[in-house]
């Protein structure tokens, strides 16, 4: 097996690299001062230390480094993991700063698959020109989503016209003004075949009846940093019949579609944030002393240290397997890895921050020290794009009929 990345993944590897030195992790500390002196702390993209960094990227080629195809960079998953993982070590700048920042990245994917001319050229474009920002509205408080066939805003055709009612919420970056058009889930048809009842359609943010509620706030964080997480309300919401994506009754489809490859880009993201912890701890355990000896000397912190080094590679080589897969056999061929890296990642990741977070004691819980945001944010992993309980039923059962096939195969 050859595990050597392509001339292309090392030439980009090495400028993202210098990137990230000479630019991004000077820029974090920056970019959290300029947000408090925002006149509107939820838009981050105008940070003006963002916009240089956008500026750069763009000179170096690192822009629009997810989107395969035509309208984008033109990489395949092997080639962009890897990336991912580079940008995933500044969570709230380097993947904005490329223009790789979800939830706009499964939002172009949407519009670049799925998506007619006329919408491409309204809503694709400015996406990819970082002009705009977009949400994607399909999560909702009234019902659980982690089954998605429960979804109940309804939208009703009336003419040439669709009209939209619901109540959605963790709607991320819904609460930056400059998020001008959401993607919002719901049903057309209550009385099809369950996977056939939703549809997407593409609701502008000024349409009359779509109100922001509030931010919600993840274990105390308002994620300011990403636009925040909204809760929307959908009263009586027109909007022509032109802003179907897809046809009636494919909402399912795309949103399976959709979280693909947004699964490759969380766990290798979740993977640099990993590498960075585990950076950390090594310096606070090389640092501090405690009862005489340094930290690093003490038998626990370097099993800790040795089992998050395992477990990153361990991760990793899964990881990328899964995008070798999605790129050779499909999607639906790597299904059962792309559910095994959602379930294994942010689980593992969770405990190497938790380690990290202790070695650094009291500062490991502080706004010093990157550590207990990235926890925050790598919890919810946990329940983004499905909650692990889901993934590992699906997993489960399919498991058991491969290997009843096998058995019936073998006449056992």
Not at 60 to 77: I, K, Q, S, V, Y
Not at 269 to 275: F, H, L
Request: hydrophobic share 40%; with cysteine.
């Amino acid at each position: 097996m050859d595990f050597a990345f392509d001339a292309r993944t090392n030439e980009l590897r090495e400028s993202l690299l210098e990137f990230m030195d000479n630019y991004v992790y000077p820029a974090e500390p920056v970019f959290e001062e300029q947000l408090e002196q925002l006149p509107n702390r939820w838009a981050w993209d105008s940070a003006p230390v963002l916009q240089e960094l956008r500026a750069e990227a763009r000179r170096r080629g690192l822009w629009n480094l997810f989107l395969p195809g035509e309208h984008g960079a033109g990489l395949t998953n092997l080639q962009y993991a890897p990336l991912a993982e580079i940008t995933g070590r500044s969570i709230h700048l380097a993947p904005p700063a490329l223009n790789c920042a979800a939830p706009d990245t499964g939002n172009m994917e949407v519009l670049s698959l799925f998506g007619t001319e006329a919408q491409r050229k309204e809503w694709l474009e400015p996406l990819l020109e970082g002009e705009i920002r977009s949400s994607f509205a399909m999560t909702e408080p009234d019902v659980a989503s982690s089954d998605a066939t429960n979804i109940s805003t309804r939208i009703e055709r009336d003419g040439d016209e669709y009209v939209i009612n619901g109540r959605k919420w963790w709607i991320t970056g819904a609460m930056n003004p400059n998020a001008r058009i959401f993607i919002v889930m719901g049903k057309t048809d209550p009385s099809a075949d369950r996977h056939r009842q939703q549809s997407m359609v593409l609701v502008p943010r000024d349409t009359p009846g779509v109100e922001v509620k509030r931010a919600m706030h993840v274990l105390g964080y308002d994620d300011h940093e990403h636009g925040g997480h909204a809760e929307l309300t959908f009263t009586d919401v027109r909007v022509p019949v032109s802003n179907l994506i897809g046809q009636e009754g494919d909402g399912f489809a795309i949103a399976q579609a959709r979280l693909g490859p947004g699964r490759i880009h969380h766990c290798m993201r979740a993977i640099g944030a990993a590498e960075r912890a585990l950076e950390l701890m090594c310096a606070r355990a090389d640092e501090r002393v405690a009862f005489g000896k340094p930290l690093a000397d003490q038998g626990v912190i370097r099993e800790w240290i040795a089992e998050a080094r395992v477990r990153i590679e361990q991760l990793r080589l899964l990881v990328l397997k899964t995008a070798w897969l999605m790129d050779t056999v499909g999607n639906k061929g790597a299904h059962t890895e792309i559910q095994a890296i959602k379930i294994a990642t942010p689980a593992t990741v969770e405990w190497i921050l938790d380690k990290a977070i202790q070695v650094h004691g009291g500062g490991g819980l502080s706004q010093d020290f990157p550590l207990a945001y990235a926890y925050a944010h790598n919890r919810t992993l946990r329940f983004a794009d499905g909650p692990d309980e889901v993934h590992k039923n699906s997993l489960g059962r399919a498991e058991l009929r491969r290997q009843r096939r096998a058995r019936e195969e073998r006449g056992g």
